[in-house]
């Protein structure tokens, strides 16, 4: 009996032999244990210690083999992460296949837009030095903050943080969270998109007067007329389901973006300067005039860096397992959609302060490019221009607005327990197409408060990052890693406060009459 016993067990395919101090992982490599601080070999209990080669070693062999493929589909599902059945009716988690090239489309066509264009108004303001030394800082304080917000996304074992409000509550509490991180957020999507309308109706009127010149002068469409045109192609273009659908609208604004933002430098730096033109920063009347135009001087350059309130989300339509987390592929797509949006911001300053130094109009360099060159290049390349402006616009608004319309349907869906229907979905999408157009049209000068609405998001993009990396992550107290980032988030929350105050001043002294474009 014990001879046939043992020519049975041999019949039983033999598997390589494993040593103690190893776990065999489903990939086939061999990961040591890791060792406590006394150097012995760790026994702490993990999910899967069950399933290690100590245990299964009285087993026999099919079993084992069993419980290491059940590992394995462990493994690769990942932190066996709680998923919210509500997430698969709405636009931003409602399809996960992104990748590292939609990340940096969306990020670039977030990172880079209308906002670019009126940097060349802080450095009239600010001079050459500061203005430099402003702009490089702000380029690298938001980077880091935008990789603390990729880490985040899955700090909590189990948890998908989707959303920039859901990572806020998670650090700050829940109330706490709503009513710090809500306003920001929703003002920053909410104010860009209507700003964008505002943007792409003028810039619509502008490129049709060039067009057409003084053959279509004889009936033309008033501005708001140019609006309503504008937020229609916007409403039909947002009719996209999901902030996936959208990757290839965020290709089309990323490529315009990077090309009219090197036409307008390369233009302007190519034509003769004024005869008048100086670099001394503007003289203001007064000492407390000088200092509240400086602030809002920076919250320009702080408004130019936003698309911060979208980060999550864009990661939120990543696969995500234990071996191949969502960070890595959308960390390398901001890589490099952050290189590419220092290629368009950093140009578009220097060079159009170097073109027009403080003559720059309130506006930006398109404006100042249409005030002064109208006659000097030709209309086709000032035509092009516009175009391509119009067309980043409506790419856009489309992201800006995900946020919005995912806020919509999780109400619905949370009230009725069930997917938006196309009707349901398309009216939420008309509605806030109109309601954007309607404060457009009551709040015209919207377009230009770049210094106020940086002043009131930037917590978003170079505060509350610091904050949740603290309060999340938890680094040792009186650490390097701890006092550097309460400073980066307080010095955050003093420049807000600073920066919007200056943003009212400068509204009030110039009595609400700043336009992007000089008027007809």
């Not at 220092?342 to 302060?353: K, N, R, S, Y």
């Not at 999780?410 to 109109?434: H, K, L, M, Q």
């Amino acid at each position: 009996m014990e001879d046939r016993a043992d020519m049975e067990l041999v019949s039983i395919p033999a598997t390589p032999r494993v040593s103690t101090p190893e776990i065999l992982t489903p990939s086939g490599q061999r990961s040591p244990r890791p060792a406590s601080k006394e150097g012995k070999l760790s026994t702490a209990w993990t999910p899967t210690s069950l399933i290690s080669p100590r245990f299964l070693s009285p087993l026999g062999t099919p079993m084992k083999r069993v419980l290491v493929n059940m590992k394995g589909y462990l493994e690769e599902v990942g932190h066996l992460t709680k998923l919210n059945p509500q997430d698969a009716w709405l636009p931003i988690t409602e399809s996960r296949n992104g990748n590292a090239h939609y990340a940096a489309f969306h990020n670039l066509n977030a990172g880079v837009g209308f906002q670019a264009l009126v940097l060349p108004v802080a450095f009239a303001f600010l001079g050459w030095s500061w203005g430099i030394i402003s702009l490089t800082i702000a380029y690298f304080w938001q980077l880091y903050t935008l990789w603390i917000l990729v880490q985040l996304h899955e700090a909590v074992p189990g948890k998908r943080y989707n959303r920039y409000v859901e990572l806020a509550q998670a650090a700050f509490g829940e109330r706490l969270g709503v009513w710090l991180a809500l306003f920001p957020t929703v003002y920053l999507s909410a104010g860009t998109a209507t700003a964008l309308i505002l943007t792409g109706g003028e810039t619509m009127k502008l490129f049709f007067q060039i067009v057409c010149g003084p053959l279509c002068s004889s009936n033309p469409l008033t501005t708001v007329e140019w609006y309503l045109v504008f937020t229609s192609l916007c409403i039909v273009l947002s009719q996209l389901p999901n902030l996936n659908s959208i990757a290839g609208l965020s290709l089309i604004g990323a490529v315009t973006a990077i090309t009219y933002s090197t036409m307008v430098w390369v233009l302007s730096v190519s034509q003769p300067r004024p005869s008048s033109i100086s670099y001394q920063p503007l003289a203001s009347p007064s000492f407390s005039a000088s200092v509240f135009s400086i602030m809002n001087a920076l919250g320009i350059i702080a408004f130019a860096f936003r698309g911060h309130n979208l980060a999550l989300e864009i990661q939120a339509t990543m696969p995500s397992t234990f071996k191949h987390p969502a960070h890595v592929p959308m960390w390398r797509g901001a890589k490099v959609a952050y290189f590419f949006i220092a290629m368009c911001l950093f140009p578009v300053a220097i060079g159009g302060f170097w073109a027009y130094g403080n003559l720059m109009p309130s506006g930006g360099i398109l404006g100042a490019l249409y005030a002064f060159h109208n006659h000097d290049i030709p209309r086709g390349l000032l035509a092009t221009t516009f175009l391509l402006v119009v067309f980043n616009c409506l790419s856009s608004f489309q992201i800006y607005s995900m946020p919005v319309f995912d806020s919509f349907e999780a109400g619905y869906t949370g009230r009725t327990n069930r997917p938006c229907s196309i009707w349901v979905r398309s009216g939420f999408r008309v509605f806030y197409g109109f309601i954007s157009f309607f404060i457009g049209v009551a709040l015209p000068f919207l377009s230009s408060l770049a210094g106020l609405l940086g002043g009131l998001t930037l917590p978003v993009t170079f505060a509350y990052p610091c904050f949740m990396w603290v309060l999340i992550k938890k680094p040792q107290k009186f650490s390097f890693n701890w006092y550097f980032n309460w400073t980066l988030g307080w010095l955050g929350i003093a420049f807000s406060l600073a920066l919007s105050i200056g943003g009212v001043w400068s509204i009030v002294n110039n009595g609400l009459k700043f336009k992007f474009f000089k008027p007809n």
